[in-house]
Each structure stands twice: as structure tokens, then as C-alpha cells.
């Protein structure tokens, strides 16, 4: 028995040995052929019923047992798969940021029982290799395995910016004209006599047309016109007609019996390459009903979206697809659940994401976003009914994706312009969202121009040995000591830490910077003490001590880890530069400086000037916003004025491509230092050193 | 074995027993509600594979074979089901005019061998009961039967007035601007370079608008946003794009690769209660590939609309949509093989029926369209895709349906005026369809009424003892020798006779009344003469002789069907003064008088004013036209501007409702005599008399 892949809900005995999935009997006779021919026809499906003790299809060779310790979580794999293979079958969360490829040494797991034959690999001590520890991803089942996901192993529960009460209460009355997509229209409709015989249909646009909604360009499916004649009749010519306002026409979704109000609710979902975030509102007066959060399920397909893009060229985009909407709709579970609502209520839905995680979210041909010249499939969707796309609420409701400029600047950053509104206004404005990739823009109610700097995962935690997101156990802010170099730290959700996030990365950096542990280079000045220790041939610092995390183990910041948060660092500052040489502006004429981004609630501005990832400008300029994408995408769900604006926006942005950018190369390499080359830029932090 | 309901050319073990039909494994499995709850969540489907000579669901009461002589076609049914319902179940064409009623008698078969049970029925005469004649319908089955369709119940071949090359030509040639709903356009799209980087959409859409096709309300589906990278990649940068263009918008429906014209052809349907007929057009010049027609399986359900209504709120209109859908698509296969083309190629689809046969066909609920105040569901309906519908086309395809103003008067007639043109003129025009309804429309370029006069199904043989369609065998001419009262008729494909079409009843009422055989009520004037006979209590006159016809009986003229036919007359002349009354005319002011319908090829137009039917005045006026439905529904195949034309017409039209008018009632007293109470409305027939 297993969990059908697509409804995690169900058990099954339907195994396909050639993908290890489970699949229930739904999707086994489902005629979609984007399931059906790709787990059905081409496959064996092996009739398993471990219950009767028999595999119905006779002997089925090499297959074995994974339980992965402590949820005991059953998976039946093939003999020769990996224990990560059986991790994604089974849904378990394990972190794997490299997509498999055994360079990120983050799926570590510990072998309790069983035999399993693993690659050699330099990402485990030895003491982790006499512990029995493995890495998921290397290592193959050749029996019934038990394995134990180690605390540092185990994802947590995220810690969002922004998702407190305070937040919700923020948004509600932010937006006060609230023209949905989808609105319901109760109506009594004139009961038809001999001199009044036009169609039913006829009757209902004319009641509809009297209600004040355009019907000169209404459509409608076979199934509303087949349905029409008994749901007017139910209630005595009393009816609810829900239309959906396009860009340029209108549909009637559906009309249901009875003409009481209808309760309309709406998503906003943020879909970010690491985590989503999902906020239920009530469409009525744009209250935050509940706000949930989770990691992006494709994270088992690599920690970026390049990794995304590759998985979904090798086992086909159906495969992202399924991983991004599993996420979304466990959110879509948990937001109902908590707050008690019917699903078939949902019937407006935002999605704001960038353009990778659209693409593999909506099943679109991702291949040609990472080749140069890095074109996107689609940029600007029609409105989609959320039962096409896959999401588990009404059906027949409507899904705006919110419009991206380009392959490497999308929705998700045309959302949060709508959040900050900055397009809006006078002021000049550098805009900044520091995720996997750093999407610069720049400019004001005149003009606007974006570019992505290629900032890499390294302030999200990848890339980063001890690195991790913004969740339960992360270190979020670091003081050194700069006598003792010991360090003081925080950790989210105040317990012993199992790692270090965005915001702790900068504060260790810049304190590391500021007490001399490390050179504008980012080479270790000092070597003996205590606090100092080799990894391999790597000088590593030492955040926290073994006895004082949850992982049992010294909690270290790498030569590696300095070097790559230096080239991310340095990335987001070229990308400033050159955006602002491109208009023969410098940072002196920039008026406000917006960063967002999945640092953590406490990222300090300050050392964030100190490591030279922000210019050293007045500090009044600055102003960190969390996540404006889920902002943004909550505004454009409940009024019409924000999805247009948001069209308007990415036909007003000119893209700036840096991958072949001369300048941008030159200015990247004078970034690679601390704070800079050029420390003429960076006046207060050279006072400071 | 069998064959699949929904696919014809499928043979499938799988039978319902409950409804006596089979389905093959793919609509076993389909998960679309209406055909999976239907036959297969609410019915025990026994698993027979009578090759294996076994029945897998164990023993099964009461099943047996019935087999239809004489194509020996098989058809397994349970216990009590009728032969009527073995004859749908096996998809065999009888003639069941009343629907099973038992009220027609012309269901009729003859029992070669096994046990039926057969209520007793007037309408077989004692020699055929002693020649083991039965009614399906009528006849329940005890035991496996073999049953022979006698000559006179086997359907036909139609012959569909205006069907041969003459016509074909005549349709070349009426359209000159040529606008599809569904346009390819081949294009060659610029190469991506980092300098013009917009997304693959945006790239194809600018392309587009450079074709000078309007794209800024232009939709398309996930699918097309799904497969569009490859598709446009494939043969470099060289695609055909499909677009579909709508009352207010635009779909792109199709991106294929490569560039090289596509042909495009299209099919014209008119969907009459009786028969339907499709032409197969080449839509780039307009010529006519293929004409064919077919009864309107649904015959099976009764002659008339108001019967088919009463089955599909027995049976579920699913049923009747499948029939129709079944003789449509087989009409489609008929063409495609005659003009030898891809069935991917038919792209454009214009569907011209009564507004009963519309909703039974879209499966659009019909019921209240025969409950006074007769609402239609839908009148008016925005372009469908031929693979919703269910025709057996490019699934993509654009589906026009001919838009009808009233639930008795449907598109059908919005296509004939688009044919005749009369709507664009200034002469003052009476039109009328002689089908199973008997619709009116009275006006010229300013105004239009219209109404449906219930004439009956008698023009079309319907309530007629050896009443047929225009088909091969039927008598379509006659004169009446007043000295020996012999007839001289001829036959539609010159062969013996099997019964008599519209236009030979009107010939021969005309005869009997104008030879004094019947009197102006109708009533028979002689009895003691060779050609009068008895039939029950029920004087006839003897059409041909037993030993003249194919199916060796004596062909009757009843007194009842003397009646019927002067009822349907009656009812259509009274249907002229009552629109014209409206409009304080007379038939004086008519400039024009166009008449079509299923006659048959040579209604004579003077005998039909001799019985009545038409007016009497300046025989120049009048106009037969044959079948004008499919004439418009051709034109507007072709051209925006007749389908545009056909929305307008429908709003232009006045309905005039005759059901609850004592009006009508009066004028059609008044004109139940031959050829009416009003002698000096017809001089010209008192004058012969």
C-alpha cells in the first residue's frame, strides 16, 4: 500500500515499478492522458495488495521496503532506486538542493537497518560515515531498508515574513474597490409568459444586463447552457450567476438554484522556488481568513530554478507540475481547515511566482528559459479556471497569473511593484528581491527597468554548508564579540539551532568583517583559536558548538560559504550599478531603496551596507517589505484596477539582459570584496573598519 | 460481442443489461459523468465474451439473441426488452414513427423463428398477423428470435431534394468573401536574439497582428500555451496557427509546425427531425467535396419533435444526443470516404436545425420547450468546439449553431431566409417550411413575423398508413384518370412502390378531389368502384395494387389519412391569413410566396393550391426551394456576414404564438375543406371544379 501521487489523501495498492509512484484508482481510469499515458499505458502497473499478502501480478523481483524513521513511513521501491527516489515516491520532505546530484550534501540520512549501496562522497565526515549516516541521493536499496531522517535532514515549518496577525490586519482595507474576477449576481428572473417567451438564456442576460453587468460579449460552456433550463426552475426563477470578467469578454462559469448571497472567497499565492505561501480572503471585504506556508515540494528537484528546469527536461514538466500543485493545494487544505470555510466557495485565485515556477506550475515547456537568449513560453496568461490548472477549489473558478517581463523577472516582481506601488510615484526607486536570482528595478511613474543579477541561492541557504531557510532552528541574527570573537545569535522560533538563514549570513559576515576574523578578500586572518577550525582542507568559523545545537554537531561558516555569499553579494551591487549607468544615474540620486525577499523577519540594513550587498546611502532611503509578492498578488485578487496595472507594468518595463553585459561582468568583480574595491563608495563602513 | 454504443466501429463485450446497450472499453473507463454514471456506476454491466463461451459475471438470467434478418445482424437483450429496443440496442434501422407508443404501426416485423409475446394491435390486418407480422415495439422477447424487416419498415436511402450536382454547382460561387470562423495562418516568426527576448506567445501574437489578424482579444487554452515552445521550434521558427474568430474576441485553437498551407475544409449540417444532410466544403473556393444524407436515427424516439422531447425526459436527452450525434458523424464518415480528405481538416462546422433537435443534439434540456409558455433554453449560442460536441472532426474545430427565435421556430428558418435573402428585399414575402412543424415568416427588408403552425409530420408521411419520406420507392406524382379513376404515379428511383412522400399526397388529394372521388370535406363521393376498398371500417382508395408494389399489399389512401392531410393543409393556410391579419394584409399584397421543405423533388405547386395549402393568386409568385436550411447553413459556413446576418435576423423577428390564438382557431376551421369554407378566396380552383 501506498499514497496515490496526486491525491496524497488516498492509499492504494497501484504501483507503477517503472516510476515508483503510487497511484489510486482514480487516477489508474483517469483518461487525462498527462496522467494516464504517462503512469498507465507505458507503464507496468504491478496489482499490489500487501494486505492480502499477495502481489497480484506474480513474482515481482527485487522489490523492497524503505520505512523511514521517526514517521515510520512505508515506500515500495524497486531494487537499484535511490533512497531519495523512495523520498519523493513516498512525499517525504527531505532536503535536497542539488536535484540528486550529490554535490550539496544535504540529504543526509542515517541507515538504521538494511542494505544499501553508497557512492563515496566528501560530503560526510567520518565520524558521520561511522555513524551510518548516507546521502539519500547516492545511495541505492538492495533490501528492505530502515532509515532515519536526522534532525538537520528534516524540513520545519517555515517561518514567512510577514504572516503574523499584524500583517493580515495590514492587508485588509489596503484595497477598497473590489472588483473581482469571478462575481456572483443573484437574481429573480421574470417567470415567462405566452408574450414573454424569449430563452431561458435570453432571460438570464437580460436580468443580468439590467443588473448593470455588460453582457454584449458574454460567453458561456455546453455544460452552464445544459444545465440552465432545471437550476432556474429549482428555485422559482430565483438564481445565482456566477460571471467572470476577462480582459475583453465575460463568461458565465455557472448558475445555481436559489438567490441568496453567495460567500466568495479568494487565494493569493505566492509561488516561490523555495517556499508558497497562500493567503485565503474573504472576498467581501478583503479580510486574511488564514495564512499558510510550506516548502515548495519541487525543492526535492533541486534548489533553483535552473535545477527545476533540468529535472523537468529529464522526467517531463507534468512531473514539476504535480510537486508544485501538491504544495499548493496541502496550503489550500490547511487554509480551509483552519478556517473553517467550503472549498467550492474559493472561486477567485491569484498566482504570482517567477516565470520558472509559473511555467513548471501551469505544465509549460520551461526548456528555453535557461538557454540563451533565456525566452519564456508564455509571459502574459488569459484568465484560466482553476479545475484546468489543478487546483482543489471550485472548478469553475478563475486564475489570474500575474504577467512577467521575462524569463528572469516575473510575476512575483511585477506583484510586488503593485504592493509597493513605487510605479506609482515621483520618486526615483531601486527595487530589490534578493530569492534564488536577485531581480533588480529601477525607476518611477516615468519609466521602469528591470534586470536579474544572478545572485544565486546562497542567501536562502543554498550553496551555504550549514545554510537553511528562514525556519524553525535557523540563526536569523549573529553579534560577534570583538575581543572574545565569540558569537552572540537568535534563533527562529528561540531553540537550539540546527543552521543559519539569509539575515544570520549577513550579520556573521559583516561582524566577521568588522572584528577581523576575515579580510576585505574574505580569507581568514586568524587561524588560532578557538573558534577556528579546519573542515577538510576549509577554515571554518565556528557558529555554534556541538552541545549547543540540535544537530549534535559543530555548527561551521566555511571559507566556501564566505566566498559564495561574497559573489552573491557582489552580484545584487553590480546589478545596481549597472542598471543605474544604463540611465547615467548613480546611487546619489536614488530617493528610496525597497529590498524583499526570503531573509527572515530582522535582516539588519545596516550590515547589509557593511558586506556592500546595499549601497552605502542615507539609511532613511531603505526600507525592507518581506514578501510584496504575496502582497501584490492579494491586491490584484480582489480588485481589477491591480490586474490591469499589473498587465501595464510589464509592458512598461524594459528588460536589461546582464548574461552578455560587459559592464556588468566588470562590475561584478569589483564587488567580489568587502564592502568593495572602490571603498571611496563606501564612506561610513571605511570609518567603521 | 456487440458494438460500443458511442462508437459504432467498435465490437466490445461490455453490456449493460439494464439499458441493452454495449460500450467499449474506452467509454467503460471514461470518466465523463454522463456516460459513466449512466451506463456504468448505476448499472450492472455483465462482462460477456461470448467468443470464450463463457459469461464472466456468472449465470444470467434471461439474456437472449435476437437476430435481424436480413443483414442477420445480433443483438443480445434480457428478457421482456422489446424488439424495438433490440433494433436501437443493435443500432438497426426501423421505422417507429409513434416511438414505441404502438400507435403507428409501422414498426413492423416478421417473426421467423423464437418466442415473442405481442399485445394485440388493430393496425395489423389478419393476413399479416397470420404471415407472423408484429410490431417490435409491441413484441417482447422470451427466447432468441430471428425477426426479418419486411420491405416496408427497412429505411432507405433518402433522396434529399436539391442534392445532385446541379445544386453542388449552384452553391459555388454564392459566396464571394470568403471569412471561416476558423482561420489558418502560416507564419514565419523572427528568431529570438537577446535584443528581442519577448516570450514565445507575445513573439507568435505580433506575428499575427502583422497578418493583419486582431489580437488584442485574443484567448487560448493551457493546451496551446502547453505545447507551444516545440511546436514553433520544430520546423524553425515556421508555424500555422489556427484562429477562431468569435462574436467579441479571438481564440488561437491550434499552433502546428511548419508553414505550408493548410487546406481547410468544412461541413454545413442541417439537422432535420427527419433526415439530416451534410455538406462537405472546400472552404478556400466554396466548391461542395461531398453532399450526404441519412434518417435522423432518433426516428427510433418518434416521428415529431414533441415525441422526441417526451423520450429524452424518459430516457435522459444524452440518448437523443448520441443519436443524433451517431447519424451525423456516420454522414461525416460517408463524406470524408467520398471525398477522399483527413478528417483533421474539417475545421469549420455550421449546425442548422429546429430549436428541438439543437437542444437535443448540444444535450441541452428540451422539456420546457413543449409546456406552454414553450421556452427554449438556449437561442442564441456563442461558438462551440466540434470535440464538446462530440463531431467526429479536428476536434478544435469552430461549431456555428444557426441561432432560431422561438422554440418552434428555430435556426433551420433563420437559414432559409439567409438562402432565400428575402430579409435584405423590399418585396413583401410569405415563407413557409413544410416539415414535421409548419414554420411562417411573413416580411421583406423593414420588418419580419413569424410563427409555427403545427402542421403535423402528414407532409413528411408521418400519421399516413403508407406515408414515407422522399425516399427510393415512394410515390411522388400522381394523376387520377376521371374516367376510370385509375392513377398514373411515378416513383422516386423508378422502382415498384413502397408507399407515398408530401408531394404525392398533395398530387393525389388534388386528383381525388378534382375526379370527385371525395367531396370538399373530404369524405369519399363513391363506394361501389374497383379502386375503393375497405380497410376495417375505413373506406380507401386503392393507390396500386399489391401485384404493382415491392412489398406485395395494396398501397391505400385511408379517410384518415384523407383527414390528417387536410388538417396539416388547414393549418398551414390559416397560419398565412393570421400572420397577414396581423399585419391588416392580404394574401393580394404578397409579392412573393417561397416554399420549402421535404416534399420531394416535384411538388407541383397548382395542386397544392387546388387542396389548399398555398394561396390562390398569381402563380408566378410562388417559389419552391427544397431544402434551404442547408443552403444557409452553407453560406454562413463561408462567410462572417451570414452569420453575422443570422444573429440579426433572430433579433429582428416578431414571434407570433398560434397556440393560445382564436384567431387561428377560427381561420383554421375555416379552412379544413377542400380547398376552403371561403369559395371566392379561390377562384381559380371553384372555376375548375
Not at 369 to 383: A, L, T
Not at 470 to 486: F, N
Request: glycine residues 8%; proline residues 4%.
Amino acid at each position: 500500500m501506498g499514497r496515490c501521487i496526486n491525491h496524497p489523501d488516498r492509499e492504494t495498492r497501484f504501483m507503477c515499478m517503472k516510476h515508483n509512484i503510487y497511484l489510486c484508482e482514480e487516477c489508474i481510469q483517469c483518461r487525462d492522458p498527462e496522467i494516464y499515458c504517462k503512469f498507465r499505458s507505458s507503464c507496468p502497473i504491478w496489482y499490489m495488495d500487501k494486505r492480502a499478502g499477495k502481489a497480484a501480478a506474480g513474482d515481482l523481483p527485487g522489490e523492497f521496503k524503505v520505512v523511514f524513521q521517526p514517521d515510520n513511513k512505508e515506500v515500495t521501491v524497486t531494487e537499484g532506486s535511490t533512497l531519495l527516489d523512495a523520498a519523493i515516491a513516498g512525499d517525504i520532505p527531505l532536503n535536497a538542493s542539488c536535484n540528486g546530484k550529490g554535490s550539496c550534501g544535504k540529504c543526509k540520512l542515517v541507515l538504521v537497518s538494511g542494505e544499501g549501496i553508497s557512492k563515496n562522497t566528501p560530503l560526510l565526515t567520518d565520524r558521520e560515515k561511522a555513524d551510518h549516516y548516507v546521502l539519500a541521493c547516492q545511495t541505492t536499496v538492495h533490501s528492505d531498508i530502515v532509515a532515519r531522517i536526522p534532525e538537520e535532514t528534516l524540513e520545519r515549518k517555515l517561518k514567512i515574513a510577514g504572516m503574523g496577525q499584524a500583517v493580515t490586519d495590514r492587508m485588509k482595507g489596503l484595497v477598497t474597490d473590489i472588483t473581482p474576477m469571478l462575481t456572483h449576481y443573484p437574481l429573480t428572473l421574470a417567470t415567462p409568459t405566452l408574450d414573454d417567451s424569449i430563452s431561458d438564456l435570453d432571460r438570464l442576460l437580460r436580468c443580468l444586463t439590467r443588473k448593470g453587468c455588460d453582457t454584449s460579449r458574454m460567453s458561456m460552456g455546453l455544460k452552464v447552457m445544459r444545465d440552465l433550463a432545471s437550476a432556474i426552475r429549482h428555485e422559482d426563477w430565483k438564481v445565482n450567476a456566477a460571471v467572470i470578467k476577462k480582459r475583453s469578454s465575460s463568461e458565465i462559469v455557472a448558475v445555481t438554484p436559489g438567490n441568496s448571497e453567495m460567500p466568495s472567497l479568494g487565494l493569493a499565492v505566492d509561488i516561490g522556488t523555495t517556499s508558497i505561501v497562500v493567503y485565503l480572503v474573504d472576498i467581501s471585504d478583503g479580510t486574511v481568513l488564514a495564512a499558510t506556508s510550506g516548502h515548495n515540494r519541487q525543492a526535492a528537484c533541486g534548489d533553483d530554478v535552473i535545477n527545476r528546469i533540468v529535472c523537468a527536461e529529464k522526467d517531463g514538466v507534468k512531473k514539476l507540475s504535480r510537486m508544485g500543485l501538491s504544495t499548493i493545494n496541502g496550503l489550500i487544505n490547511e487554509a480551509i481547515d483552519s478556517a473553517a470555510v467550503d472549498r467550492k466557495s474559493i472561486d477567485n485565485v491569484v498566482l504570482s511566482g517567477n516565470t520558472t515556477m509559473i511555467h513548471l506550475l501551469l505544465g509549460i515547456e520551461p526548456r528555453y528559459i535557461r538557454r540563451e537568449p533565456y525566452i519564456p513560453s508564455v509571459s502574459s496568461f488569459p484568465v484560466l479556471k482553476a479545475g484546468n490548472v489543478g487546483l482543489k477549489v471550485n472548478p469553475a473558478g478563475a486564475v489570474f497569473v500575474m504577467p512577467g517581463p521575462a524569463g528572469y523577472v516575473g510575476g512575483d516582481i511585477v506583484s510586488g511593484l503593485i504592493y509597493t506601488g513605487f510605479h506609482r510615484e515621483e520618486p526615483l526607486t531601486l527595487f530589490i528581491d534578493v530569492g534564488t536570482n536577485g531581480e533588480i528595478v529601477l525607476g518611477n511613474n516615468e519609466w521602469l527597468m528591470t534586470a536579474s543579477c544572478s545572485a544565486g541561492p546562497a542567501f536562502e541557504g543554498g550553496g551555504i554548508r550549514w545554510g537553511m531557510r528562514a525556519e524553525e532552528g535557523a540563526i536569523e541574527k549573529v553579534t560577534i564579540d570583538p575581543d572574545t570573537l565569540a558569537p552572540t545569535y537568535s534563533v527562529v522560533g528561540d531553540v537550539a539551532p540546527r543552521g543559519i538563514c539569509g539575515s544570520g549570513m549577513i550579520d556573521l559576515l559583516s561582524e566577521m568583517f568588522l572584528t577581523g576574523i576575515i579580510q576585505p578578500t574574505g580569507s581568514f586572518n586568524v587561524d588560532d583559536h578557538p573558534r577556528i577550525t579546519k573542515d577538510g582542507d576549509e577554515t571554518a568559523y565556528i557558529l555554534a558548538f556541538a552541545h549547543e545545537t540540535a544537530v549534535d554537531k559543530d555548527i561551521l561558516f566555511l571559507k566556501s560559504d564566505i566566498d559564495n555569499l561574497i559573489r552573491s553579494k557582489g552580484a545584487v551591487y553590480a546589478g545596481f550599478k549597472v542598471l543605474l549607468n544604463q540611465m547615467g544615474m548613480d546611487f546619489s540620486m536614488v530617493d528610496r531603496l525597497i529590498i524583499t525577499g526570503g531573509f527572515g523577519q530582522y535582516l539588519d540594513l545596516e550590515k547589509a551596507v557593511t558586506i556592500g550587498l546595499l549601497p552605502d546611502i542615507e539609511r532613511s532611503k531603505f526600507q525592507y517589505l518581506g514578501n510584496s509578492s504575496i502582497g501584490g498578488a492579494y491586491m490584484a485578487l480582489l480588485s481589477e484596477t491591480y490586474r490591469k496595472e499589473a498587465i501595464d507594468i510589464c509592458n512598461r518595463m524594459t528588460y536589461v539582459d546582464f548574461s552578455s553585459n560587459n559592464q556588468f561582468m566588470d562590475e561584478f568583480t569589483s564587488a567580489m570584496f568587502l564592502p568593495h574595491t572602490d571603498l571611496n563608495a563606501f564612506p561610513s563602513i571605511t570609518q567603521k573598519n
